[in-house]
């Protein structure tokens, strides 16, 4: 099957990418791939979540989120790690970005902890957080990683989507794969681009889940520009022989079953974390199945990777 034509998809390949691109690294092994393997306009960049760089959890003015609460609860993080100081980002990041420059990324995609813009999870707003992000983003700039100027302010969602193939031909399986995914992605991209819910989450949830007003549809409903989309792995979904869960529930209310394997052959080499699969298709099905069932949205692939022994 040819490869599609995406909207415009640009891979954050982390520091796979840093290997590919720097001129510094010649001797990694690339397997014969360079820039030029690419195509023009292919951006290469790298990408972090503001918890797990920043530090200074709880200091200048930042409140708490719900992962501080998670990591200082003894027993849930090896080691009882925290992220009070990680890689100190918050004070390191002229020389994060100049590593960066030196690497020859194209672009950096960075989050921002709102609970230190909105300490009380809102109102107020936190101004040295604000003026963190104005510092850090004035040096992107020097250095060319943000063109602002050019960009003109769109707006996107960043979302995570494991790609989920059924079983077997059954239709009871092509069913649970598509309350999966109706389920995990449908949940938003379905009112941002429909403005309601996907049927499959009306049909089971039913009044529990919170019905849009007239107003509220009209300022969801295409409000979109841009997509980030984190895929990483493969799971074949089965409609389960037990009885349907009484517990009601996010999870439960899937009602699938989840399999690794199909007559005793992994759906793909296995990574170093347990539920990590290396399975290439599902990068190809998942974006795909966004742009045929979603409008073809400008899509950025945020985030894409593993690590294998």
């Known amino acids: ?21 720097s001129a510094c690294c010649e001797n990694f092994d690339t397997a014969g791939m360079s820039r030029k393997s690419f195509p023009e306009g292919f951006v290469f960049g790298t990408a972090t979540s503001a918890y797990q760089v920043e530090g200074m959890t709880d200091k200048d003015g930042r409140g708490p989120s719900i992962w501080d609460h998670f990591v200082h609860t003894p027993g849930n ?50 101004p040295l957080g604000v003026a963190y992000y104005n ?87 295409g409000s979109l520009d841009i997509l980030g989309v984190n895929q990483y792995t493969t799971f074949y979904m089965f409609d389960p022989p037990w009885p349907k869960s009484k517990d009601l529930g996010y999870q439960a209310d899937w009602n699938v079953g989840f399999a690794f394997a199909k007559n005793g052959v992994p759906i793909g080499p296995r990574a170093n974390s347990g539920w990590l699969y290396i399975v290439p298709r599902g990068l190809h099905g998942a974006l795909m199945y966004v742009k045929e069932r979603y409008g073809n949205p400008t899509m950025i692939l945020s985030e894409n990777g593993f690590i294998k022994e």
């Open 1 to 21: 099957m040819s490869t599609p034509k995406l909207s415009y998809v640009v891979f954050m390949f982390m520091l796979y990418a840093a290997a590919l691109a």
């Open 77 to 126: 993080i090896a080691g009882n790690a925290t992220a009070d100081v990680t890689v100190d980002q918050y004070h390191k990041y002229k020389e994060d970005i100049d590593l960066m420059k030196n690497l020859n990324f194209d672009a950096y995609r960075f989050s921002i902890s709102w609970s230190r813009i909105f300490p009380n999870g809102t109102g107020e707003v936190n």
């Open 135 to 221: 510092r850090m983003i004035d040096y992107l700039v020097e250095k060319v990683f943000a063109i602002q100027k050019t960009q003109k302010g769109q707006i996107g969602i960043l979302l995570d989507f494991v790609w989920y193939e059924p079983l077997t031909r059954s239709k009871a399986d092509n069913l649970a794969a598509q309350r999966a995914r109706d389920f995990h992605i449908g949940w938003f991209l379905h009112p941002i681009t429909y403005g309601e819910y996907p049927k499959t989450m009306q049909e089971i949830v039913g009044d529990r889940l919170p019905k849009f007003s007239d107003e509220e549809v009209l300022m969801v409903k």
